[in-house]
């Protein structure tokens, strides 16, 4: 068997290397790289006999292969085989496409089809393509299988459609007469439309306050503002009001089945999980167990796809000085191992919503295709079982970043209520100095008899009270049930004039009842929206990086800070000094000397000016080694456990004994750096390290719920 395996590795590398290859390199098929990576001869063939094929990958299609050579269904070794008699896989493609439209699957009565749906007449125009020779004589390539090759060629290598066409140009001139290939890449794409799923365009108000959608789909003016829907000729040719692109999840779910790999693989959460304690996956987590015991309908058939949504802006006119966003929505099944979930080929593009403000009601359409997905599911065609079934679907967390947390929620994420799950037990403190609020008092979430609850020298007070509990879902009903929502905007442009609260008034923790409520489910998660350990990680990177190295407008020790303390009549010793009309500031433990930010910064060089996504490096590896030997052992000591709380937290395995542990380790940290670092330090990002662990034990590792994949 051994020897073989080896004569069918070595067979492999010789056709794939004569047929497939770009330079010297070829897609590896090993199951680690699955297809996914280039690697040159010799790390081919290294992985292929300590991992061996993917399992199922019998036909070399993407190495010049029509045909199988080889066969893996022995685990032992290969056997090599004749030429196999196993039906087109582009002919089971489309016939696995005509399942998931209609029960009969069958092209050979024309007539049938003719008659079915729109669907149906487009796929039998890709049957008629899949017949058609690619010129005449030409036996191994038909024009569909041609051209999927072409178009997937140029998924992998990055080509632009100027490319492609370019290329497209040279072929049709070097094929023989009578070739039937598209003569640019629109008439390419054109062709293949039906195997894609399309978009819908829903025009929305110019003033945010309504789509054109159900009832007012038929308006050509906003019942709100009174706005036209219709741009004017100045500002468009052909007088229409730009879309926002809504991408039906339904189909985009039902297409998950149509291969029997990847609907096999939507069951592996229940049937291949391995199930020892250990949080590896959102499967494990509580939420999810308690999401099944509380709806036991939607849990029976392990097919329901539980999903993610994601969302945040961003300027797609990077290199232009725009004021402009775009939000696309992202959703995000959660039923596949690990190795898939977070990768871009399993995510689902659900909506792209142009504008510079957040999405308001853009998301509606995704929502009521999401309750009826819930309520009574959309039928569907299983490849790997050859059967119809209904499917379901449910949206378990959201993954943004704080600010689109407050989109999302509705809750208010700045001034003295910032913090979501503390709600209106938030303690906050408004800096007249400094224009900020900071979040303090993390002495309330250590347990009750912590020594530094009474340690009234060291804090300047004792602290007896318990820590916030985060509101349920009933609650959040109960304190939005008056909120009346009015989306859009002035018509003349201005905003409305930010006030502060009055005393006596009541203090306001909700804007707007979240839309997401509108799912019969939501009230009932225990956890509904997550903090994005990303930005909360790169927030306290740069609150200790800037304040070491007293960078000017970005550290948390200035002028204005030691003034906060002076009204606060705390920390005397770091008052500042008035001498001949300049101030002085005395050193704090943390500050740093011209020589020692040198040597710091000689530590970080070559890492410095990393991107958001990957600041985590440097908190959680590299600043440890550069503090350790320059800052006081009490500054560093401090330091060095953040970035070990960083470490654990980010772990891609978990256990709850271990988050309960972290969860007490984390309190009494920020309790230490109260006693360290001034108020200016401690802004909203820095004081939800606290509620992470809490978020971990319900919900699993981090990495499925961060915007790390996601931006």
């Known amino acids: 068997h051994t020897k073989a395996y080896l004569q069918g590795v070595n067979s492999f590398l010789s056709y794939a290397f004569k047929n497939s290859?770009?330079?010297?390199?070829?897609?590896?098929?090993?199951?680690?790289?699955?297809?996914?990576?280039?690697?040159?001869?010799?790390?081919?063939?290294?992985?292929?006999i300590c991992d061996g094929f993917v399992k199922g990958y019998t036909t070399w299609n993407l190495h010049g292969e029509t045909s199988s050579y080889m066969n893996h269904g022995n685990s032992d070794g290969v056997d090599i085989v004749e030429e196999s008699n196993k039906e087109d896989e582009i002919s089971e493609l489309l016939r696995d496409l005509a399942c998931g439209l209609d029960d009969r699957g069958d092209f050979e009565d024309n007539s049938s089809v003719v008659q079915s749906t729109e669907e149906l007449k487009a796929l039998q125009s890709l049957v008629e393509a899949n017949s058609q020779e690619l010129y005449p004589t030409c036996k191994k390539y038909t024009k569909l299988r041609f051209l999927i090759r072409l178009l997937h060629i140029k998924l992998l290598g990055g080509w632009t459609d100027k490319n492609f066409d370019l290329l497209l140009d040279l072929l049709n001139d070097a094929l023989p007469e009578g070739s039937i290939l598209p003569r640019n890449y629109y008439e390419a794409k054109k062709m293949?439309?039906?195997?894609?799923?399309?978009?819908?365009?829903?025009?929305?108000c110019s003033n945010d306050c309504i789509l054109y959608w159900k009832e007012n789909e038929k308006s050509d003016s906003c019942p709100k503002c009174k706005v036209s829907r219709w741009k004017s000729v100045r500002k468009s040719l052909d007088g229409k009001h730009e879309g926002s692109p809504y991408f039906p999840i339904k189909k985009r779910l039902q297409r998950l089945f149509l291969t029997s790999r990847t609907a096999k693989l939507t069951r592996w959460h229940d049937e291949e999980r391995t199930k020892d304690g250990v949080?590896?996956?959102?499967?494990?987590?509580?939420?999810?167990?308690?999401?099944?015991?509380?709806?036991?309908?939607?849990?029976?058939?392990?097919?329901?796809?539980?999903?993610?949504?994601?969302?945040?802006?961003?300027?797609?006119?990077?290199?232009?000085?725009?004021?402009?966003?775009?939000?696309?929505?992202?959703?995000?099944?959660?039923?596949?191992?690990?190795?898939?979930?977070?990768?871009?080929?399993?995510?689902?593009?659900?909506?792209?919503?142009?504008?510079?403000?957040?999405?308001?009601?853009?998301?509606?359409?995704?929502?009521?295709?999401?309750?009826?997905?819930?309520?009574?599911?959309v039928r569907t065609y299983d490849a790997s079982k050859g059967e119809f079934f209904q499917l379901r679907a449910a949206v378990l967390w959201t993954i943004t970043d704080f600010l689109g947390l407050g989109y999302a929620s509705g809750c208010v994420t700045a001034g003295e209520a910032a913090c979501p799950d503390c709600h209106s037990y938030t303690c906050s403190l408004r800096l007249g100095n400094g224009s900020k609020t900071c979040y303090m008092r993390h002495r309330r979430f250590l347990h009750e008899n912590h020594p530094f609850r009474f340690d009234f020298d060291k804090f300047g007070s004792t602290e007896l009270r318990p820590a916030p509990v985060p509101l349920s879902g009933e609650e959040i009903l109960e304190c939005t049930k008056d909120i009346v929502t009015v989306f859009g905007k002035d018509p003349s442009g201005k905003k409305p004039a930010g006030r502060r609260r009055k005393e006596g008034e009541l203090l306001v923790i909700f804007k707007r009842r979240s839309i997401w409520f509108m799912l019969p489910y939501w009230k009932d998660l225990m956890m509904r929206h997550n903090f994005d350990v990303m930005h909360i990680g790169k927030n306290v990177y740069e609150n200790?990086?800037?304040?070491?190295?007293?960078?000017?407008?970005?550290?948390?020790?200035?002028?204005?800070?030691?003034?906060?303390?002076?009204?606060?009549?705390?920390?005397?010793?770091?008052?500042?000094?008035?001498?001949?009309?300049?101030?002085?500031?005395?050193?704090?433990?943390?500050?740093?000397?011209?020589?020692?930010?040198?040597?710091?910064?000689?530590?970080?060089?070559?890492?410095?000016?990393?991107?958001?996504?990957?600041?985590?490096?440097?908190?959680?590896?590299?600043?440890?080694?550069?503090?350790?030997?320059?800052?006081?052992?009490?500054?560093?000591?401090?330091?060095?456990?953040?970035?070990?709380?960083?470490?654990?937290?980010?772990?891609?395995?978990?256990?709850?004994?271990?988050?309960?542990?972290?969860?007490?380790?984390i309190a009494e940290t920020l309790s230490l750096l109260e006693t360290i670092f001034l108020p200016f330090f401690f802004d909203i990002m820095v004081h939800l390290m606290v509620h992470l662990p809490a978020q971990a034990k319900m919900a699993g590792p981090v990495y499925f719920r961060s915007m790390w994949p996601v931006e």
Not at 194 to 204: K, R, V, W
Not at 292 to 318: C, M, Q, W
Not at 319 to 333: E, F, L, R
């Open 21 to 48: 290859a770009v330079g010297n390199k070829i897609l590896c098929p090993c199951k680690k790289c699955v297809n996914s990576f280039w690697r040159e001869s010799s790390d081919v063939r290294e992985h292929l």
């Open 279 to 377: 949080l590896r996956h959102p499967a494990d987590s509580p939420l999810w167990k308690d999401f099944d015991e509380k709806h036991p309908v939607f849990a029976a058939d392990s097919s329901n796809i539980r999903l993610a949504f994601a969302t945040d802006g961003f300027n797609p006119y990077r290199g232009m000085n725009v004021s402009y966003s775009i939000w696309p929505g992202i959703c995000i099944p959660y039923n596949f191992p690990p190795s898939m979930c977070m990768k871009q080929s399993n995510f689902i593009l659900t909506l792209l919503i142009p504008g510079r403000h957040a999405p308001g009601s853009d998301m509606d359409p995704l929502v009521y295709d999401l309750l009826d997905m819930f309520v009574n599911g």
């Open 192 to 204: 293949i439309k039906s195997i894609g799923l399309g978009y819908i365009s829903i025009h929305a």
């Open 544 to 665: 200790f990086i800037n304040t070491f190295l007293g960078t000017d407008g970005k550290s948390k020790d200035n002028l204005n800070s030691r003034l906060d303390l002076q009204a606060l009549s705390i920390r005397s010793d770091l008052h500042p000094i008035e001498l001949e009309g300049q101030f002085y500031l005395p050193p704090a433990p943390y500050s740093m000397s011209p020589q020692e930010k040198k040597l710091f910064c000689e530590i970080l060089k070559g890492v410095f000016g990393l991107k958001s996504h990957e600041s985590h490096i440097v908190l959680q590896h590299l600043l440890p080694l550069a503090v350790r030997k320059i800052l006081p052992e009490i500054v560093s000591a401090a330091v060095i456990r953040v970035s070990n709380f960083f470490k654990k937290i980010c772990s891609p395995m978990i256990r709850i004994s271990d988050m309960e542990n972290l969860e007490a380790e």
